[in-house]
Structure formats: C-alpha cells, structure tokens
C-alpha cells in the first residue's frame, strides 16, 4: 500500500544534495548527456521536458574516465579528485604571466619633462570685465613686444613674465592664454602649459592651436592616451603641417599602449573565465561528492535492511493456532479463515521484540511452549525478559486482554512480577484483532 504524504519524510541530506545537482544542471545542461543520467533524462522526457542537445565536440566525463582512468598513488582517482586537480598548473601560469607584464622595462624617452609643481604657475586674469583706459591699451601693446622680443631671443622666463602682466591687468583672450602656454611649454614647465590651454578652451572651446599645445604638453609627460587625444581634436579643427612628425610619434606610442591595456583586458578577462570554470568544477565535485556519499549511504542502508530481513528469516516460526479457544485453526475468535502465522510473524518484526528474541534466544523456546500450553505462561512470567517480551505483545492488542480465550475465564490472583488488577479476567478479547 503506498505512504500517504504526510507520513513520508525524505533526509534532508538528500534535498541538499538534490539542491545542488539542480545547480550544476543550470550551469552545465550538458551533464544531463551522461550515460548514468540516462533514467533521469527519460524520466524529463516522460513529464514532457526538453533534454538540451548534446553539445558537438564534448565527451562525457564519464566515458573518459572509463576508458582512460587516472591513477594516484597505485589507484584510480574519483572523480572528484579529479576536478579538485584540475586547475592548478592555469594558476601557475596566470602568476607567471603577471610577472612578465610588470618586469617589462619602459622604454627611455629623453625628451620626457619632469612635472612642474603648481606654485610655480603664473596668475591668471582677474574675474570680471575691466574698462581699459588708452594709456593701458598703450601698455598692453609694449608688453606683447616685450614678450615677442625675449621669445626670440630664448629668454622665455622673461616673455612668461611679460604675458603675465598682460593678462593680470584682466580681459584676457583666448589667444592670450595659448601664447603664454606655449612659452611656458618652451620654459620646460608642462603643467602649467596645460591650465593656460584649459583657460584659453574656456574661452573659446574651438581653439585648435589650444588643443595642439596641450597635446605636445602632454607628450613631453609621457602622457600618450592625452596626448593622442588633443592633437588629434586639434588637428581636425585647425591642421597643422608642422606637427605632422610629433603625432606621428604620439600616434606609434598611442596603439601600442592600447594594445598593451587590450591584451591586459582579455588577460583579465580569460582570468575571470577561467575563474568561473573553476568555481564550477568545484560546485560539480562537491555536487558529485554529495551523489558518491548518499549513494554510499543508500548502499549502507540497504546492507542493513538485509541484514534485518535476514534476522527475521532466522526466527521460529510461532504458531498459537493450539491455544485453547482458538477457532478452527486460528487464535481465540479468530474465525476459521485466520492466519496466525503471518500475524505472530508480523509482531516478530517489531524490532524491539526482535532485539530482546536476539538478545535471549531462549525467549522464542519459551514462546514456543506457551503456544502449545498457555499455562506455562505463569512458570515464565517470572523472567524479566519474557515479561517485558509479553508485555510488548500485549500492548499491540491495546495493552489489555479481555473475555472469550483464555481457558477457566481469566487468571485470579494477578500476575507474578506486579501485574495488578486481580489476574487477566476472560483471556484475549475473541482473539487477536484482525484474525
């Protein structure tokens, strides 16, 4: 007869080990091709599912490892073993990899700057719109020679400091800052070359020469990606035959610092991959890990349920059909159609019963005799062990015994051992239930 649910109950080692080959199913469908998976997939199909197709180029896990099976120490290994080995030269290799990446040695650039600290920039122009008087307009004119003239001459610290009394005195132009940025970037002074270029692209977002100079500021830095970046933009808005050769170089420097930083990214990207290849494998080993030890439980349980069966089969076989009362070949009330063999079997399997009978084999011999004589029943009630035995029997008809078996209608004067209630009035009530 089947177990209702709310009887059944499943181990709960065997839902988490359900769990997760449910989640490994989710990441590798292709499991399901295995061939000892072969009745779970026939199993979907009978409820309507659709099994994935077998991936083309892939063999099963399992067929490899029957026909070539790894060996460790002597032995083949399980194929959790396996899957726990499985990544551990790509680590090796990846640490190598990242050792070569970062001992590569810079190529030397003679022409690099070094940086030029802030407190060394020039003033900017004060905020707001100033109304110039002739006499300034006069002195704004001087000073722009001035500066030109120490341009020629090589004396940039002198043309800076020219330009900056210009733009301090306010109103300053675009075209003012790009000048004092590109002398400042010939006075080896890059970072401030590059606040003037962002001052002047302020003022006027268009100004080519701006982007230009920024972007030589950027390569006397070393700074390829920026500089790259600004001659370009500078020369699609105003070209410049003049720094063809300096993007050229810029240009050469440019792709193979990308290609550097695109091999890092698949670098890193192969990385993660195998990352989560290996997280993975090892949700696979210990999914597989949890199916070899339930299965190893399964086959234990099975040992034992044989075991136990084998036990019962070694039993006497007790027959009360003597026991006067009895009907035609049955226990008292019992009817003439009543087995009372399979009956007493049956209470023979109680496992308690079955480890007191093992326990005392002499408890079955005196079953016997009782069977035959019930009124040895007294002689032996005497032993803690087959009243505890009895006891056990009585219990499975309701713990009493009522009218109608036993014979002389009952047994006065209670029971030896402590049985109360003046003895066992009437004997077993029409027999054993069920009969």
Not at 21 to 42: G, I, M, N, S, Y
Not at 172 to 200: F, G, N
Not at 225 to 231: F, G, I, K, Q
Not at 374 to 379: F, S, T, V
Request: aromatic share 6%; with cysteine; proline share 8%.
């Amino acid at each position: 007869m089947p177990r209702s649910s709310e009887t059944m109950s499943i181990d709960p080692n065997k839902i988490a080990a359900l769990k997760d080959f449910v989640a490994l199913l989710k990441q590798t469908p292709e499991v399901l091709h295995e061939p000892k998976l072969q009745f779970f997939t026939d199993y979907l199909r009978s409820l309507g599912a659709t099994i994935p197709p077998k991936p083309e180029g892939k063999e099963d896990d399992v067929e490899e490892a029957d026909e070539d099976e790894p060996m460790k120490n002597g032995k083949p290994t399980t194929t959790t073993e396996r899957m726990e080995e499985d990544n551990e030269p790509e680590e090796d290799e990846e640490e190598e990899d990242e050792e070569i990446e970062e001992n590569e040695p810079e190529e030397d650039d003679p022409d690099l700057m070094a940086p030029d600290e802030s407190s060394e920039f020039p003033s900017l122009a004060p905020a707001g719109e100033v109304e110039f008087t002739d006499e300034q307009y006069t002195k704004i004119s001087d000073l722009k020679e001035a500066a030109q003239e120490a341009i020629e001459n090589g004396d940039y610290v002198m043309a800076v400091l020219k330009l900056t009394e210009v733009v301090e005195m306010g109103n300053p132009t675009a075209l003012l800052y790009t000048k004092r940025a590109d002398v400042l970037l010939k006075a080896q002074k890059p970072m401030a070359c590059i606040r003037d270029c962002d001052e002047a692209l302020k003022i006027n977002p268009d100004n080519g020469k701006a982007y230009r100079i920024r972007g030589k500021a950027y390569r006397y830095l070393g700074h390829w990606e920026e500089a790259h970046r600004d001659l370009d933009l500078g020369q699609k808005i105003d070209y410049d035959e003049g720094v063809w050769e300096l993007q050229k170089l810029v240009d050469e420097k440019f792709a193979k610092l990308d290609d550097k930083r695109r091999m890092k990214q698949r670098k890193q990207e192969e990385k993660e991959r195998k990352k989560r290849e290996k997280e993975m494998r090892r949700r696979k080993a210990e999914a597989q890990r949890r199916y070899e030890e339930q299965k190893r439980q399964e086959e234990e349980q099975k040992k034992s349920r044989a075991n136990v069966q084998e036990d019962d089969d070694d039993m006497p076989d007790l027959d009360f059909s003597g026991m006067p009362g009895a009907g035609a070949g049955g226990m008292p009330g019992g009817g003439g159609g009543g087995n009372p063999m399979n009956f007493v079997q049956t209470l023979l399997r109680d496992p308690e019963i079955a480890e007191e009978i093992t326990k005392d084999p002499s408890l079955a011999k005196k079953l016997e005799e009782v069977q035959k004589n019930p009124g040895k029943m007294m002689e032996y009630m005497s032993d803690p062990a087959f009243q505890k035995v009895f006891q056990k029997l009585m219990g499975k008809f309701g713990g009493g015994m009522g009218g109608g078996g036993m014979p002389g209608g009952g047994m006065p004067g209670g029971m030896p051992g402590g049985m109360p209630g003046g003895g066992m009035p009437g004997g077993f009530p029409g027999g054993f239930p069920g009969m």
